[in-house]
C-alpha cells in the first residue's frame, strides 16, 4: 500500500533549511516587506521604551494637537505624545500574540497528531471533543469567563486566548499528519518499531515545520483579533498598549473632533499595519512551501 | 475506518440499538446537538459559580448596598437565580437544569430589575439575528461571486489583487472596521448621518410593514451591516477560491469539458454546485462567530441586539442574562448547523448514504 512517493526524503539539517527559506524569502518581495515590518516594529517595541522615556505625566496645555513638527504623531486626551505611546504600547500586544500563538500551536499539534495517530476511539473522542468547542461560541464564552476570572496579567491572557483559540487548527494538523501517516519513512519506522513518540515528534513534526510555522503566525493574527476585541469591551484591564490607547481615545469621543483624529488612528494604525505584515509573511510562507500554489495545478 | 461486528448469533442487545440509532444520520445529528447544548449549559452553570470571585457572592453584595440586609439579600439572590443558594451545587445545578427545561432563564437583576432574562433577550435577538443574518448571506454570496472569478482568472493580477485584499480585511480586527467607517462616512465626508449610525430605529418608529419602517430599518443597518460584510467577505472569497480550484481539477469537470458543455453550464452546475459544498457547513459555524463578534459592532453603533445586552449586562454584572445570553447564541449556531447538515444531506447524497463511513 505504498505510495509510489521515492522522491529523495534526506533530511536537511536545520540551519540549512531555515537559510534556505530565508533565501526563498527574500526573492518574494510581500513576505520580504512583510518580515522587516515585523522586525521593525518588534524592534521598535522592546528596544523603544529603553530608549525613550515613558510619558507618564499629562501635559493639559497641549491636549488633542494634530500632527506637527513639534508632536509628529499629535497628542492625546491627556496632551502626551501619541509616538512616545506608540513605543511604549506595543510591548503587551505583540508578547500576548507570541505567547498566544505558541500555545494554540502546541495544544493544536498535540491534539491534531494524537489523534490521527493513535486513531480509532481516540480519534473519535478527540475530535469529537473538537467539534462541540469549535461550535460553541467561543468569542462570547471568552468574554464571560473574561469578566470572571480578573485577567491581571498577560500570561493569563495569552493562556486564554489559546485555551479558546485551538480547535480549528487541531483539525488542520490532524488532516496533515493522516496523510503524512501514508509515507514510506513513516511506515518504515513503525516497522522499526520505534515508538508513537519518536515517530510523532522526530520524523512527522519536522516535514510538517513549515505548515506549523504558517498555522502559528495565522494564530498570533487571531490572537491579536480577539485581544482587540476584549481589550475594547474593557474586560482585560492592563496598562498601556495600542489596544487601551485606541479605545480610550473612542470612549473620550475623539473620533467626532477633528484634532484627535490622531490619537485613534495611531494606534489602530499599528495594529493593522502588524496584523497585514503577519499576513503577507503567512501568504509568502506557503506559496515558498506549497510549490502547488505557484506553479498551479 | 467503521469497525465490522463480530460475526456471531444475531441477537438483539441494547448495544445493537445504540448501534442503530447511531448509524441513522438523522438522530446521530439531534442526539450530538443536544449533548452540545448540555455541554454549554454545564459548563456555564459551572463557570460561573465555581470560579473565583463567586458571583453569587458579588451579586449579594451588591443587593446589599442597595439597602437590603443580609437574609433579604440572599433570598433575593437565589429568587432571581431560582437556585436555592443554600443547597450543594449539585441539587442546585438539577434546579436550575430544571427550570431550564421549563424555558425559564432566571430574572435579571441588574439591567432591568426583576424582568425575566427570557423576555429581554426576545425582545433583542431578532435584531442580532436579522442583521447578522442579511449581514452573512451578502458576504457569502460576494464572496463565492469573487472566489470563482478568482480561481478561473488563475494568477492574474486580479486574482492576486483579490487574494491579498481578503487576507488583510480578514485580520483587520471588526471593531477597527467599524471605527474607520464612523470617522470616514460619519465625520469626515459627512455621507450618513451619525443619528444612523446610532441604535437600530429612529425614535418613533413603530416596527411594522410600513414604508418609513422599512426605510429606517435599512438606514441603521447600512453601516453596521457593511462592517459585517467587510470583516467575513474575505474568509469566504479564500474558501471559494480554493474549493474551486481543486474542483477544477476533478476528472468529471474535464469529462465536461470534453463534452462540449458551455461554460457557464459547467461553472454553475458542476464546479460552483461541488465547489461551495463545503462553505455551506462552515456558513453555519460562521454565524455563531458572527453573533460573538457582533458584541463589538452592535457595542460601537448602539444597535439593540442581542450582543449590545450582553455588554450592558458584562458592564453591570448581570450574570443571569449572561448566562442566557450565552445558552441563547449556542441554540441558535445548533440550530443553523444542523440546518446546515440538512442542506448538505440535501445537496450531497453521498454523506446521507454512508451512514457511518469515515472520512
Redesign the interface.
Known amino acids: 500500500m505504498t505510495a509510489m512517493e521515492t522522491t529523495s526524503t534526506s533530511r536537511p539539517s536545520r540551519e540549512s533549511g531555515l537559510l534556505r527559506t530565508l533565501k526563498l524569502l527574500a526573492r518574494n518581495k ?1 513576505g520580504l516587506l512583510g518580515l522587516i515590518i515585523i522586525i521593525l516594529m518588534t524592534l521598535m517595541s522592546f528596544v523603544g521604551p529603553l530608549v525613550i522615556p515613558p510619558e507618564t505625566q499629562a501635559h493639559t496645555e497641549q491636549i488633542y494637537k494634530p500632527p506637527s513638527a513639534a508632536h509628529p504623531l499629535g497628542t492625546d486626551f491627556q496632551g502626551r505624545e501619541m509616538w512616545k505611546m506608540a513605543i511604549h504600547g506595543g510591548r503587551d500586544v505583540l508578547i500576548v500574540a507570541f505567547l498566544a500563538g505558541i500555545l494554540t500551536t502546541l495544544v493544536a499539534v498535540t491534539v491534531g497528531a494524537v489523534s490521527a495517530f493513535f ?2 476511539w481516540v480519534d473519535s473522542l478527540m475530535m469529537g471533543i473538537t467539534d ?1 468547542w ?8 471568552l ?3 473574561a ?4 485577567l491581571e496579567n498577560i500570561w493569563m491572557l495569552a493562556l486564554f486566548l489559546a485555551f479558546f483559540g485551538w480547535p480549528g487548527l487541531a483539525r488542520q494538523i490532524r488532516s496533515q499528519v493522516l496523510s503524512l501517516k501514508k509515507r514510506e519513512y513513516v511506515e518504515a519506522a513503525q516497522l522499526l518499531d520505534l515508538g508513537a513518540p519518536h515517530i510523532i515528534f522526530r520524523e512527522m513534526l519536522p516535514n510538517m515545520m513549515s505548515y506549523i510555522v504558517i498555522a502559528m503566525i495565522n494564530a498570533m ?1 487571531s490572537a ?2 480577539s485581544q ?2 476584549l481589550v ?4 482585560v484591564p492592563f496598562g498601556n498598549n495600542w489596544g487601551v490607547m ?1 479605545s480610550l481615545a ?1 470612549a473620550k469621543n475623539a ?2 473632533n ?1 484634532n484627535a ?1 490622531a490619537s ?2 495611531v494606534p ?1 494604525g499599528a ?2 499595519l502588524f ?2 505584515s ?3 509573511l503567512s ?1 509568502s510562507l506557503e506559496e515558498i512551501f506549497n510549490p502547488r500554489l505557484r506553479t ?2 | ?1 467503521s469497525s465490522v461486528a463480530t460475526a456471531g448469533p444475531p441477537k438483539k442487545t441494547a448495544l445493537d440499538y445504540l448501534e442503530k440509532i447511531w448509524t441513522n444520520f438523522w438522530l446521530r445529528t439531534l442526539v450530538k446537538k443536544v ?2 447544548v448540555w ?2 449549559v454545564t ?2 452553570f459551572f ?2 459559580r465555581a ?3 463567586n ?1 453569587v457572592e458579588i451579586m449579594v453584595m451588591s443587593l446589599m448596598d442597595s439597602g437590603l440586609s443580609s437574609e433579604e439579600a440572599y433570598a433575593r439572590a437565589a429568587s432571581l437565580l431560582r437556585i436555592d443558594l443554600d443547597a450543594p451545587l449539585s441539587a442546585q445545578y438539577l434546579d436550575y437544569m430544571r427550570n431550564l427545561l421549563h424555558g425559564d432563564l432566571g430574572d435579571s437583576y441588574v439591567l432591568a430589575l426583576n424582568k425575566p432574562v427570557a423576555t429581554l433577550i426576545a425582545q433583542r435577538l431578532p435584531w442580532t439575528l436579522f442583521s447578522v443574518g442579511t449581514s452573512l448571506l451578502i458576504s457569502f454570496v460576494i464572496g463565492m461571486f469573487l472566489g470563482t472569478l478568482a480561481a478561473y482568472r ?2 492574474s493580477f486580479l486574482d492576486h489583487f483579490l ?2 485584499f481578503s ?2 480585511i ?7 472596521t467599524a ?2 467607517l ?2 470616514l462616512l460619519g ?1 469626515t465626508w459627512k455621507l450618513v448621518p ?1 443619528n444612523f449610525m446610532r441604535g437600530s430605529l429612529s425614535p418613533g418608529i413603530k416596527p411594522g410593514f410600513t414604508a418609513t419602517f422599512l426605510v429606517d430599518l435599512f438606514r441603521h443597518y447600512a453601516v453596521p451591516g457593511t462592517v459585517y460584510v467587510f470583516s467575513t467577505l474575505g474568509g469566504w472569497m479564500l474558501a471559494m477560491r480554493s474549493s474551486t ?1 481543486s474542483t ?2 476533478d476528472d468529471y469537470v474535464t469529462v465536461a469539458r470534453a463534452r462540449g458543455l458551455p461554460d457557464m453550464r459547467i461553472i454553475t452546475a458542476y464546479v460552483g454546485r461541488n465547489a461551495s459544498l463545503p462553505l455551506i457547513t462552515s456558513l453555519a ?1 460562521s454565524l ?2 458572527v ?3 457582533s ?2 459592532i452592535e ?1 460601537i453603533f448602539v444597535y439593540q441586539g442581542i450582543g449590545l445586552l ?2 450592558q449586562a ?2 453591570k ?1 448581570d450574570y443571569p442574562v ?1 448566562q442566557g ?2 445558552l441563547v ?2 441554540i441558535t ?2 440550530l443553523s ?1 444542523a440546518l446546515a447538515d440538512l442542506l448538505y444531506g440535501w445537496l450531497d447524497p453521498r454523506i446521507r448514504i454512508s451512514g457511518g463511513g469515515g472520512e
Open positions: 510581500i486513531g480509532g462541540i469549535l461550535t460553541i461560541p467561543r468569542f462570547l464564552l468574554v464571560v469567563v469578566t470572571l476570572v480578573r493574527t491579536i483579533y482587540t476585541g475594547f469591551l474593557g474586560v485606541f473612542y473620533i467626532y477633528p483624529a485613534l488612528l489602530m495594529i493593522i496584523q497585514i503577519l499576513v503577507m501568504r498551479g495545478v | 475506518m449533548f452540545i455541554i454549554v459548563l456555564t463557570i460561573i470560579l473565583p470571585g458571583p488563475r494568477n487574494t491579498n487576507a488583510a480578514e485580520s483587520i480586527p471588526n471593531t477597527l471605527i474607520i464612523v470617522l465625520v451619525l480550484i477544477l481539477g459555524i455563531g462567530f453573533v460573538g463578534g458584541i463589538l457595542y450582553l455588554s458584562i458592564g454584572r449572561m445570553i450565552l447564541t449556542t449556531v445548533i448547523t
